[in-house]
């Protein structure tokens, strides 16, 4: 306690006070950067390459004193590490799987011998990351590059990958990303524009060449900004970027790579806003004093707000203030954090909020006291834009399903951690939160083990786990979806806004005139918003086979509020119960055989045998996605450490189907049954060219006992249905069959919020095979249907 002169072990229960610490020494990181003249160049070729004539930034510890400079490559040092990464791919994955993990394990030997020096540059760079923790992810990595043969057969690497991360982003963020790329057999480029990351980055490059990683395989580039990753992105020599960091450069890199052709994925993991939720049923003393840990004593990625049950509320804020009594102020990056933290109080206050602190607020400078806002509102301003400072939102809740609403409340979700004793209602209320990790009774702790997306504006990809492998592979059997290109100069303003062509009526006899089609929203047949509609084109172009609505952006607003309403309900059954369903429709499909036949014959030109056959297939292709149901529903991996955890893999939510040319029936089917039957709801455009067979599918749906409004079709154009779905907000995904031009539209547009991506740009001679019936095929597609969420359940 403050103020004794003796540490009993009843003062030391009450004050919570931390033992002294010993001063770090950095002794073996200073004579390594010694060792560098204190100015690190660039890594490529196995080796250091410090290019003349190039501009360098300086590095500043925490109390300002000079650590180093990084130097800012320029074109032509992208050129030679795109050139190094190709020559690496290829001594690299010409190694046997047993050479790969020979590698990667014998640097667990080599980080245990430079562990410190390691451990002392990222303190001196402020880029902690535990030497710890990088062995536990090369041990991991290291097996499954052992294993990739044998458990992920059909899969081969993509080639070089670029791994881009902001300046905030943290070392053990990098290597989650790099070492999987390596496992799986690739090169790596290292892209950090910032400085606190480089240093220890480049000393773990020369650390894996040490250790036998061919010369060439892994290659860092520094820089000064985001356009460094943008330079690297259009070399053709890239298969893959995969970025991690803060939400405004991902957001800057995804626009200015559209229309390259090569696929981005986003883990944006610095600054989303986390709910640390207490139960009236939790430990509230150890609930305190993680939550002091998590939000003032550890370096904050990402901001919590605290959630308390009402009947709890007094005890928490009593707790808090007895743990803050004497916190010491916490450093600010700048003046200019501090005014904005002083706003964020004012404005909070003036909304009714009171204080906990642990001391006054200091005259203005670089530094404030740890700050708890007590009757903070979800709407609140430092709630929804949380300031950079040590400042806690606190929030109260009276029941189970308002802690979850509360939770859910934040367009990020990234992770969670609850506190209760009842283990139901700690698995009750993870499983509904719309998070990637759940911590029961902890917080803030990863194991490679685990699979995490990024659920709702926290990303667009799967890292960690078998899952997080397949980001980096391709199957042995297809090719680039994307071909390299240069991005087309366009108006992403007037994509999608051109007129359809006019319906001039003739004087045909009406007993001969085209057949008119209906959509379908929310389980009903409908016309457009419009009343508009299109003509239905012949195979030779030369007459008019039918009539379809001419669907807009009203009518994709009522299809997804209908979808919306479903979907919720539709994830929750049973995957036996959607197998049935499925099961049903497959039904319906062969009940009314002659008729989809018939519509595809007459749609695409081919005979009724070549019809047949498809509908056959595509009877097959439904069949396989209901049996598919029930056999893929995550597991529970070992830990290193103690306690269990759970790996659930859940429904992306509401996904947008933009249909490909190709067998319109057997496409349709296949993409349909992949989102449902994983628990989605769709938003399906037919092929503009051939969208009778979807028309005709309608029939199908309105016999089947698929809930109202879990598949939606609407017709018309493609480019401006596709502009009406990228830009609605609810939609998570969006799979895309079209033009170079909307390919590059939806990479700039679906930004904001992130939107899951899978774009294939049609050839004139043909693309997918959707005739093959391939495990893998079915296995990769249910991977685009599903994002993953751990959840950590910690028995000690």
């Known amino acids: 306690m403050a103020g004794s002169t003796i540490?009993?072990?009843?003062?030391?229960f009450q004050s919570m006070e931390y033992g002294p610490a010993a001063t770090p020494s950095t002794a073996t990181a200073q004579a390594w950067l010694d060792k560098h003249s204190r100015s690190l160049g660039l890594f490529f070729d196995g080796k250091f390459?410090?290019?003349?004539?190039?501009?360098?930034?300086?590095?500043?510890?925490?109390?300002?004193?000079?650590?180093?400079?990084?130097?800012?490559?320029?074109?032509?040092?992208?050129?030679?590490?795109?050139?190094?990464?190709?020559?690496?791919?290829?001594?690299?994955?010409?190694?046997?799987?047993?050479?790969?993990?020979?590698?990667l394990l014998r640097l667990v030997g080599v980080l245990g011998q430079h562990g410190q020096c390691l451990s002392e540059l990222c303190e001196l760079c402020e880029a902690s990351c535990s030497p710890s923790a990088l062995v536990r992810l090369l041990q991991y990595?290291?097996?499954?590059?052992?294993?990739?043969?044998?458990?992920?057969?059909?899969?081969?690497?993509?080639?070089?990958?670029?791994?881009?991360?902001?300046?905030?982003?943290?070392?053990?963020?990098?290597?989650?990303?790099?070492?999987?790329?390596?496992?799986?057999?690739?090169?790596?480029?290292?892209?950090?524009?910032?400085?606190?990351?480089?240093?220890?980055?480049l000393l773990l490059a020369q650390l894996f060449v040490g250790a036998g990683l061919p010369a060439g395989a892994l290659n860092v580039l520094t820089g000064s900004d985001m356009s460094l990753g943008v330079k690297v992105a259009q070399n053709p020599s890239i298969s893959f970027v995969t970025y991690s960091g803060n939400k405004q450069d991902g957001v800057t890199l995804c626009k200015a790579t559209a229309g390259m052709g090569v696929p981005v994925s986003v883990s944006p993991n610095i600054g989303a806003t986390c709910p640390f939720i207490i139960f009236e049923s939790a430990d509230i003393d150890s609930a305190v004093d993680a939550v002091i840990e998590a939000a003032f004593k550890k370096k904050r990625e990402v901001h919590w707000v605290l959630c308390v049950q009402e009947s709890v509320l007094d005890s928490v804020v009593a707790r808090l203030r007895l743990r803050m009594a004497g916190m010491k102020c916490v450093a600010l990056h700048s003046e200019g954090d501090r005014v904005l933290v002083d706003t964020a109080v004012q404005v909070a206050q003036q909304q009714g909020a009171t204080l906990v602190q642990s001391c006054a607020a200091p005259t203005p400078g670089a530094q404030y006291p740890p700050t708890v806002l007590c009757g903070a509102a979800p709407s609140s301003p430092f709630v929804v834009s949380p300031s950079p400072g040590p400042l806690l939102p606190l929030m109260t809740f009276r029941s189970n399903t308002e802690a979850v609403t509360l939770g859910n409340h934040s367009p990020h979700g990234q992770a969670a951690s609850i506190w209760t004793e009842d283990l139901t209602l700690a698995l009750d209320t993870a499983k509904s939160l719309s998070v990637g990790s759940v911590w029961v009774n902890s917080h803030s702790v990863s194991d490679p083990c685990l699979p995490v997306s990024g659920h709702k504006d926290s990303g667009t990809c799967t890292d960690g786990g078998h899952e997080g492998l397949y980001q980096f592979l391709r199957l042995s059997s297809s090719s680039s979806p994307l071909p390299r290109s240069s991005p087309v100069s366009m108006d992403y303003s007037k994509f999608g806004t051109a007129a359809s062509p006019a319906i001039i009526p003739d004087d045909s006899d009406p007993a001969s005139a085209p057949m008119p089609y209906l959509q379908f929203v929310g389980g009903k047949p409908c016309k457009s918003v419009s009343g508009c509609s299109v003509a239905v084109q012949s195979p030779g172009g030369g007459s008019v086979l039918a009539y379809c609505p001419d669907g807009g952006r009203k009518d994709v607003r009522n299809?997804?509020?209908?979808?919306?309403?479903?979907?919720?309900?539709?994830?929750?059954?049973?995957?036996?119960?959607?197998?049935?369903?499925?099961?049903?429709?497959?039904k319906g499909l062969e009940a009314k055989r002659r008729d989809i036949a018939a519509s595809v014959s007459v749609q695409t030109g081919l005979s009724m045998d070549e019809a047949d056959t498809e509908v056959e297939l595509s009877i097959a292709r439904l069949s396989d996605w209901a049996a598919y149901c029930d056999k893929n529903q995550g597991g529970t991996p070992p830990l290193p450490q103690s306690g269990s955890a759970l790996s659930l893999p859940e429904a992306l939510g509401v996904v947008g189907l933009v249909l490909p040319d190709e067998n319109p029936l057997l496409s349709m089917v296949t993409l349909l049954g992949a989102a449902i039957a994983s628990g989605n709801a769709v938003v399906m455009v037919p092929s503009q060219k051939y969208p009778l067979p979807a028309l005709a599918f309608i029939q199908v749906l309105q016999a089947s006992d698929l809930p109202a409004g879990l598949v939606n079709v609407i017709t018309g154009s493609r480019d401006e249905l596709t502009a009406a779905l990228a830009n609605h907000s609810v939609i998570k995904a969006i799979w895309y069959w079209g033009s170079a031009e909307g390919c590059q539209?939806?990479?700039?547009?679906?930004?904001?919020?992130?939107k899951i991506l899978h774009l294939f740009c049609q050839k004139e001679d043909g693309g997918k095979d959707w005739t093959k019936s391939h495990p893998s095929l079915l296995e990769e597609m249910w991977r685009k249907a599903v994002q993953w969420k751990s959840v950590w359940i910690p028995t000690a």
């Open 559 to 586: 299809a997804v509020e209908a979808a919306v309403k479903v979907q919720p309900g539709w994830m929750k059954k049973s995957p036996s119960a959607r197998a049935q369903s499925l099961y049903s429709l497959t």
């Open 49 to 103: 390459v410090r290019p003349a004539d190039r501009q360098s930034r300086s590095l500043a510890d925490s109390k300002g004193g000079h650590v180093c400079s990084t130097v800012c490559a320029v074109e032509a040092d992208v050129s030679q590490a795109a050139s190094s990464a190709v020559s690496g791919h290829k001594a690299w994955s010409g190694l046997s799987c047993y050479q790969r993990a020979k590698v």
């Open 141 to 201: 990595y290291s097996s499954w590059a052992q294993l990739r043969d044998t458990l992920i057969p059909n899969w081969t690497p993509l080639g070089v990958v670029a791994v881009v991360v902001s300046e905030d982003c943290s070392l053990y963020s990098l290597m989650l990303k790099v070492l999987p790329a390596l496992a799986m057999g690739n090169s790596v480029v290292v892209v950090v524009p910032g400085q606190s990351s480089a240093p220890p980055a």
């Open 7 to 12: 540490n009993t072990v009843q003062n030391i």
């Open 745 to 754: 539209y939806l990479q700039y547009t679906c930004t904001s919020p992130l």
